[in-house]
């Protein structure tokens, strides 16, 4: 997610110092350096906890990045054809993919893509079993568990609350349904700490070991706020060592936000500053076109240089929808009709969940070094784009 918190902290971070004026409007803005900072901690984490560290493709797929994130990580995780192709083709390295609902006609292709394929109940496992028989090198078979466990307090986001569809409660799994499994995976997580997968952890330690003689490896999928300052990766480290000592078991980690934390802005203009009884701003991005967790969260992004009291404007995009609102933003200065803002941390999660709805045009992607200062234009869109989607 963009931020499950209501209100984003946002660190601007370098894009203190990034000139709005240099990009076209909107346009998605990513920090190289800021990301690279991120894999080095994430390989830092894998390499002394001995864990297999994967680049969740969901979160942040921008893969102009790819080299940069194959020289860090050991490979992606996918959900489902498009993205294990994309992995395949353009990253390398190990594909873990994982999607609630295989399709028949798609599984021999997922499976020539995949290294690991993950199901979601022993049903869609025993269904496909057959076909990964027959895949011209090994691959995986992975089954997901529910620990039945909660974490996360927001239930949109918790996949152990009642009723939950992904993966299989731990306490309906028997060994007769672990026949070609390699591994269990998890992911129970959300821009969360340590800390609760410890809790996790200890919730089904007793419950999930007999199981675990059996297997070769334990994914414990994403959510693990693992670049963000407060983490306690050396608490992570500890417990992972301790896991593969004890089990003998490969650990597997699918960080997705944890690789663009604080990494990315998206850029936008200021189109008109109409009142309605409050201060309005309308400006090019639109909260359900480009940042659609603002509304599906919700969640309020934080804008870079708001200030605690002074000019306050609502701001929203132009397309039709009434909650097309951002939030309310304060700002030192009026704001003027052309006027440059950015939201922060908005590299992972905005991007891929972009859309033309209203025919509203999608941001441009940038990619901006903060060490260097060097700029390039990684992709325009047109009206071919917005076009070709439609029939
Ligand atoms: C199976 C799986 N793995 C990895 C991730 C990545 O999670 P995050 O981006 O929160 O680290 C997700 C996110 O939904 C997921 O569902």
């Given at each position: 997610m963009a931020s499950i918190m209501q209100t984003q902290a946002g660190d601007a971070g370098a894009f203190r110092s990034f000139d709005l004026s240099r990009v076209p409007s909107p346009c998605f803005v990513v920090d190289e350096a800021a990301i690279e900072r991120n894999l080095s901690i994430l390989h830092d984490v894998g390499e002394r906890s001995g864990a297999t560290v994967l680049a969740a493709l969901k979160a942040f797929s921008m893969f102009s990045l790819a080299p940069l994130t194959m020289r860090y990580l050991s490979g992606v995780c996918a959900s489902g054809l498009y993205e294990a192709r994309l992995g395949r083709e353009e990253y390398g390295g190990e594909v873990a993919t994982y999607c609630a609902g295989y399709k028949p006609g798609e599984i021999d292709e997922i499976i020539g893509l995949s290294d690991h394929m993950i199901f979601n109940s022993p049903a869609q496992k025993d269904r496909f079993l057959p076909r990964i028989g027959t895949a011209s090198r090994p691959v995986h078979v992975g089954l997901r568990i529910n620990p039945e466990h909660s974490e996360g307090e927001i239930p949109k986001y918790d996949p152990c609350a009642p009723g939950s569809r992904l993966g299989t409660p731990l306490s309906q799994i028997t060994a007769d349904m672990l026949e070609g499994v390699d591994g269990f995976h998890m992911h129970t997580l959300?821009?969360?700490?340590?800390e609760p997968l410890l809790r996790t952890w200890n919730a089904i330690e007793d419950r999930i070991s007999p199981f675990l003689k059996d297997l070769k490896w334990l994914n414990f999928g994403g959510g693990h706020h693992i670049t963000r300052e407060d983490y306690d990766r050396e608490g992570l480290i500890a417990f992972i060592r301790d896991l593969r000592e004890k089990t003998g078991l490969t650990i597997y980690l699918e960080p997705g936000e944890a690789v663009a934390l604080d990494a990315g802005i998206l850029v936008g203009e200021i189109l008109d500053l109409p009142t309605n009884g409050v201060d309005l701003a309308i400006t090019d991005i639109s909260a359900t076109c480009h940042m659609p967790d603002v509304i599906e969260a919700p969640y309020r992004p934080a804008m870079l240089g708001?200030?605690?009291?002074g000019h306050t404007y609502r701001l929203g995009g132009p397309?039709?929808?009434?909650?097309?609102v951002i939030g309310d933003y304060t700002r030192p200065e009026p704001l003027r009709i052309g006027d440059r803002i950015a939201f922060l941390d908005q590299g992972h999660y905005s991007m891929v969940k972009t859309n033309t709805f209203n025919g509203v045009p999608l941001p441009s992607i940038a990619l901006w070094n903060s060490e260097t200062d060097e700029l390039r234009m990684i992709r325009e869109f047109e009206y071919a784009d917005f076009r070709n989607r439609l029939s």
């Open positions: 959300c821009e969360q700490g340590f708001e200030v605690e009291s397309s039709c929808l009434a909650g097309d």
